[in-house]
């Protein structure tokens, strides 16, 4: 082989392509190097454009920043050091069009090979809003900056204190007693300085939801809103407010307690079965109606001995007075919560991968939910027909009654309070719900009467209606509705008494109904 190479360069034609090969490889040199240079001049450029950390002329205050730190572990000064100036000098001169696209598009180069060009454009003229902004919210927001996500809202009322170092994803001890929302752009403004950050330090609830929700200052709509919430009163009405106004979500449940990063997945609310924090936010939107269709961050995670549990406070504490007192807000938890610092991070990082993928148009594939509708509507049937049949034991030309109960009514009653079993054998077939007591009256209110907007509705309430299958429930109704056998002579004194739990929680239930 060696000598037929020599050969060929020996004649005229092989010196010719030789002489080609060399030439072409020293002008893709000149080029690349070229480009390299020209790259290097621009960075150099942008470098040397950034203010000095030690030229205070950007900083007029030229202060130093200290954390000195009270007793709560917040910080007495929270003066501006010179590297934030520093950070706020390059994210003015992005933000006024001053930064090279090259640069940008290159510190982004690996999202525009996974998502395409097309895919990224998307991401960056994405508007975001991520209402709490802790350990799964700041791991969440930062990975969105990072990606590419150019408008980002953050929604939180709460400071920086020492115990948030342990999963906060960016804040440090200088940033104790700042708030969580300026941490996360003094951060990350040094990362993406392109990045443009609405700061609304204030807390969360059903009656600023329009305006902390609402559009852009460009009259752009969240392109996604992310819940990272750990108040279940809160993250139930900002849930509602984004399933009642059509506007794409995605909830965070419990990282507290957990431990096992191979547990987490995304799933519809009405799978999220293992998790306190999503058991109590479903039960409370299945009450409002919404049974599906709201993606959730959760885990499957159980618990067991040896594990963490949640922490009841000090028996002192509660002799101090008032223990609603002790909570950061009037109605917020004050129970001490066991959380691993990687956990919130793994969350908010998934919560933010769902973002990415859906806005990009990347193809997702997750858990369905349940798909338990035609189940819950053949049951709301059940309880009108039902009704109808033990009012006209009463009334027997009665025509026309309404039921108050609803498919989330339904959802609540079956999945939640009684776990798909029927409460008297446990069977989980062919369940229905049906009264548990024969009214002393007939069970109609009327309002309107003898008007022709006479209107007949059930007096069913969720208390009154427990799970049993058809079978048994056909059997209930023939003995204690139309019989008036007494319930003492059909079930035991063991089932009775469970009834009568499962009927008690749910009057407590009753007051998120409305």
Not at 18 to 34: E, M, N, Q, R, W
Not at 493 to 511: C, D, G, L, P, Y
């Amino acid at each position: 082989m060696s000598g037929y190479i020599s050969g060929l360069i020996s004649t005229p034609r092989g010196q010719l392509i030789t002489t080609a090969v060399v030439s072409g490889a020293a002008v893709a040199t000149l080029i690349f190097g070229y480009q390299a240079l020209e790259r290097e001049e621009r960075l150099s450029a942008l470098k040397n454009s950034i203010p000095s950390i030690n030229d205070g002329k950007h900083h007029p205050n030229k202060l130093t920043r200290t954390a000195q730190l009270n007793s709560f572990g917040a910080s007495k000064e929270n003066s501006e050091d010179k590297e934030f100036a520093r950070n706020l000098a390059l994210a003015q001169r992005a933000k006024a069009g001053d930064f090279d696209e090259e640069i940008i598009l290159e510190q982004l180069a690996r999202n525009q090979v996974f998502l395409t060009p097309e895919g990224l454009d998307k991401l960056r003229k994405s508007f975001v809003v991520v209402v709490g902004c802790g350990g799964v919210g700041s791991h969440c927001t930062a990975s969105l900056a990072r990606s590419g996500v150019s408008k980002l809202r953050l929604i939180d009322f709460d400071q920086v204190t020492l115990s948030s170092l342990n999963r906060h994803s960016v804040a440090g001890l200088a940033d104790v007693g700042t708030s969580k929302v300026h941490c996360l752009q003094r951060r990350l403004m040094a990362v993406t300085p392109w990045a443009h950050f609405d700061l609304r330090q204030r807390k969360f609830d059903g009656d600023v939801a329009a305006e902390l929700l609402g559009p852009w200052k460009d009259g752009q709509a969240p392109d996604f809103i992310i819940d990272a919430i750990d108040n279940i009163e809160t993250k139930v009405a900002l849930l509602k407010y984004c399933h009642d106004n059509k506007l794409p979500v995605i909830s965070s449940m419990g990282a507290g307690c957990k431990g096992d990063p191979t547990k987490i997945i995304i799933g519809d609310i009405g799978n999220s079965t293992d998790d306190g924090l999503s058991r109590a936010t479903r039960r409370r939107l299945k009450l409002l109606g919404i049974t599906k269709g709201i993606p959730v961050v959760y885990s499957t995670e159980q618990s067991g001995e040896g594990k963490a549990e949640l922490l009841p406070l000090d028996q002192a504490e509660f002799e101090k007075g008032s223990v609603g007192d002790l909570g950061v807000m009037p109605n917020f938890r004050v129970r001490i919560l066991p959380v691993l610092g990687t956990m919130p991070a793994i969350f908010g990082m998934t919560a933010a991968n769902h973002v990415i993928l859906s806005i990009t148009g990347y193809p997702v594939d997750y858990a369905p939910a349940k798909g338990r509708d035609k189940m819950y509507d053949g049951i709301v049937n059940y309880v009108q027909s039902t009704e109808e049949k033990l009012a006209r034991l009463f009334a027997p030309d009665l025509i026309g009654l309404r039921s108050p109960v609803t498919t989330g009514d339904v959802a609540f009653l079956t999945e939640e309070l009684y776990h798909a079993r029927s409460v008297v054998t446990g069977i989980p077939t062919r369940l229905v719900l049906i009264r548990w007591r024969r009214p002393r009256s007939i069970n109609v209110s009327v309002i309107g009467e003898g008007t022709n907007e006479e209107q007949k509705c059930s007096t069913i309430r969720l208390r009154d209606l427990v799970c049993m299958t058809k079978d048994e429930a056909v059997r209930h109704e023939k003995q204690i509705f139309k019989a008036g056998v007494p319930l003492e002579h059909l079930y035991d004194s063991e089932t009775i008494a469970r009834v009568e739990r499962k009927m008690a929680q749910a009057a407590e239930f009753e007051n998120y109904r409305w």
